[in-house]
């Protein structure tokens, strides 16, 4: 999937849920920013500075685990992370700090082929985590998890700015994961931003909708488009945003003195999943 002009806004100590359906661009921007592709227009610009010109300082600053983690597995846990430390030359000591964090101490001498799914995604954070990046990047952490693993992951990366400081960016295709972990959301679909602000002001957005069933969908709406009240019909039903009791009462009055039988006025809460739909127009689980 190619991207067009994708700008993303990450403040220091935040975590970012980089959201879209599978196949929108998520993975492809992030492999432009590991410097795993090279886009075809444009420019990267991470920490305030241009990638093409800093590439080798800013990838000192991120750690990543983009789709599955690598790993030996007739090694041991410890000893994997051990030949990633030897390799990039860091403190001896940060294997068993990184081992701590993601609670893989216990287990840390077990040959990695005997790890869970969920731990073997734990061991490749831990690599990740070697060089005490200030940015982490992860795409997809928890797919294929099941709930236990998907739990633990989760935990961890709330936990990664408040112990280490450092801002994360993970990508999923499930809102209900960004929606419970990330302080900041991007959505993306078909490679372009479609929406990009803090968790909060999309929660904000599950504004209540009246729907309104009555015998004439038609001649109800045109009735309320005289009252200057414009509703949407979806499935033979109206659909109007505001329910407050007043304006409830209102119109049922208006349709029942028109003529009108009036079968249901519902309040239906929208889910942030509805309103993930409105904005790609696909499902929040893809």
């Known amino acids: 999937m190619s991207v067009d002009g994708v700008n993303?806004?990450?403040?220091?100590?935040?975590?970012?849920?980089?959201?879209?359906?599978?196949?929108?661009?998520?993975?492809?921007?992030?492999?432009?920013?590991l410097g795993l592709i090279k886009p075809t227009k444009g420019e990267i610009e991470l920490f305030g500075q241009d990638f093409t010109k800093n590439k080798t300082k800013i990838l000192q600053r991120i750690g990543s685990l983009v789709e599955s983690p690598s790993y030996y597995g007739n090694l041991t846990g410890f000893e994997n992370l051990e030949a990633v430390r030897r390799?990039?030359?860091?403190?001896?000591?940060?294997?068993?700090?990184?081992?701590?964090?993601?609670?893989?101490?216990?287990?840390?001498?077990?040959?990695?082929?005997?790890?869970?799914?969920g731990m073997k995604q734990r061991l490749g954070i831990a690599a990740a985590l070697l060089s005490e990046p200030e940015l982490l990047i992860l795409d997809e952490p928890t797919n294929g998890l099941d709930p236990a693993g998907i739990q633990e992951i989760r935990e961890l990366i709330k936990e990664l700015p408040h112990q280490n400081g450092m801002t994360v960016l993970v990508?999923?295709?499930?809102?209900?994961?960004?929606?419970?972990?990330?302080t900041q959301v991007g959505i993306i679909t078909e490679g372009k931003m479609i929406f990009q602000d803090?968790?909060?002001?999309?929660?904000?957005?599950?504004?209540?909708?009246?729907?309104?069933?009555?015998?004439?969908?038609?001649?109800?709406?045109?009735?309320?488009?005289?009252k200057g009240i414009i509703p949407t019909i979806h499935?033979?039903?109206?659909?109007?945003?505001?329910?407050?009791?007043?304006?409830?009462?209102?119109?049922?009055?208006?349709?029942?003195?028109?003529?009108?039988?009036?079968?249901?006025?519902?309040?239906?809460?929208?889910?942030?999943?509805?309103?993930?739909?409105?904005?790609?127009?696909?499902?929040?689980?893809?």
Not at 8 to 33: C, D, Q, S, V
Not at 88 to 114: D, P
């Open 8 to 33: 993303l806004k990450i403040n220091k100590g935040e975590i970012f849920g980089f959201l879209g359906p599978n196949g929108a661009g998520k993975t492809t921007t992030i492999r432009m920013l």
């Open 87 to 117: 390799l990039r030359g860091l403190s001896e000591k940060r294997v068993t700090e990184v081992l701590e964090v993601v609670r893989l101490n216990k287990v840390a001498n077990r040959l990695v082929k005997e790890y869970s799914l």
């Open 171 to 182: 990508s999923s295709h499930l809102l209900s994961e960004i929606d419970q972990m990330a």
């Open 198 to 226: 803090s968790i909060e002001v999309l929660r904000k957005k599950r504004q209540p909708l009246l729907k309104i069933a009555v015998n004439d969908t038609l001649e109800a709406s045109n009735i309320l488009k005289d």
């Open 235 to 286: 499935k033979e039903s109206l659909w109007v945003s505001q329910t407050d009791p007043e304006f409830v009462s209102e119109i049922n009055s208006t349709l029942v003195h028109s003529g009108l039988s009036v079968y249901r006025l519902e309040e239906v809460k929208r889910t942030l999943e509805d309103i993930f739909l409105d904005l790609t127009g696909k499902g929040a689980s893809l």
